[in-house]
């Protein structure tokens, strides 16, 4: 794997003896992606570069690199906020951290389902968690599917809160999962997603939570065969791009970014939604032992000191649920 820290140096250095400018106004830019080449991410962002190469008569060039090979994804946000890196696909749970507003996605239960987070996403909530990342260097050009997080393990089905006591369970890197694992008296383990496969089959962890993709995409499944649907989590993600490179652009080309990452949504959803069913069964023709959760109420009051705890250390952010709450 590369080093971020030496490949964007070296990349400084080389634009500086070439002098050529620093700015995302270079000839091209570069974007991160944590997905596998067929992943319905990686098809899209690489349908981004297309299209702002086309709609820009070929001015603004993007070289994804996926893989999560230019590091992980929390020092990828970071570089992408510095502007080391012009653009990047980034879940919401590890923007939290830096951007409160966007944090509102991360309290466990929030979101109804994937149709009421679209809505809330699409409409003043979204403009208002937009506003909060671009003030701490994030643009949201547009937002990607993620589908919904469920827990899984390699020991046993998980029915009910009590099943997660004891267990060590990976979450990304975000106080509020370690606090919802701490909730269900489990113990929290934060680690880059490219580690979880190798510390579930160490035994490291026990297990992790995810969508069906990741959990199909990465191979979790082989090595933690438990996967219980409590969709505690719905997190979109975005493309997002460094906000003084966005904003050196003119209005014409703010708008050939915008409607290029768009675009790329709506094919990011598309291939969202079959990737979600044709991992599924392929995950279950692998073996892996399902199960719904009679009562997902129990799991949601068990979680709630963690919503409460958020709330009442940043006040500020509770017209924000409350416009997602209400949004029908
Ligand atoms: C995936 C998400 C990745 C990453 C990963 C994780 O669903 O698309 O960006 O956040 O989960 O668990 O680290």
């Keep these: 794997m590369l080093n971020l820290k030496k490949t964007v140096c070296a990349a400084a250095i080389v634009a500086f003896a070439a002098g050529l400018p620093l700015s995302a106004n270079a000839a091209e830019w570069r974007g991160w992606n944590i997905h596998k ?43 992408v906020r510095i502007g080391g890196l012009e653009i990047g696909n980034f879940n919401l749970g590890p923007i939290g951290p830096v ?49 919904a997080r469920s827990f899984y393990n390699s020991k046993k089905p998980i029915m009910k809160p009590s099943d997660v006591e004891g267990m060590k369970v990976r979450v990304m890197n975000n106080d509020l999962y370690s606090g919802m694992i701490s909730a269900l008296k489990g113990n929290p383990s934060p680690m880059a997603f490219s580690e979880v496969y190798s510390s579930l089959k160490t035994g490291v962890v026990d297990g992790a939570e995810n969508n069906w993709p990741s959990y199909e995409s990465t191979g979790h499944f082989e090595v933690a065969g438990f996967y219980s649907l409590s969709q505690h ?17 003119s209005a014409a080309d703010q708008k050939i970014v915008r409607d ?54 940043n006040p500020d952010i509770k017209p924000l649920v409350a416009l997602i709450k209400n949004t029908k």
């Design 37 to 79: 080449p067929d992943y319905p991410n990686t098809v899209a962002m690489d349908k981004f570069a297309d299209l702002l190469k086309e709609k820009s008569g070929g001015k603004i060039t993007l070289k994804m690199f996926h893989s999560g090979t230019l590091g992980t994804q929390p020092d990828a946000i970071e570089q």
């Design 99 to 147: 951007a409160a507003e966007a944090n509102v996605v991360s309290l466990p239960f929030v979101f109804r389902d994937m149709e009421h987070m679209h809505r809330a996403l699409d409409g003043e909530a979204g403009d208002k968690i937009s506003a909060g990342m671009a003030k701490k260097g994030l643009v949201a050009l547009a937002w990607y599917d993620a589908g």
């Design 233 to 249: 989590l719905i997190i979109p993600e975005c493309v997002c791009m460094n906000t003084a490179a966005f904003e050196k652009l």
């Design 260 to 313: 290029a990452a768009r675009e790329s949504a709506v094919l990011q959803r598309e291939l969202w939604a079959k990737r979600a069913a044709s991992s599924r069964e392929k995950v279950m023709a692998a073996g892996v032992k399902f199960n719904e959760i009679p009562d997902k109420a129990a799991f949601q009051d068990a979680m709630q000191p963690v919503y409460d705890k958020y709330l009442t250390d």
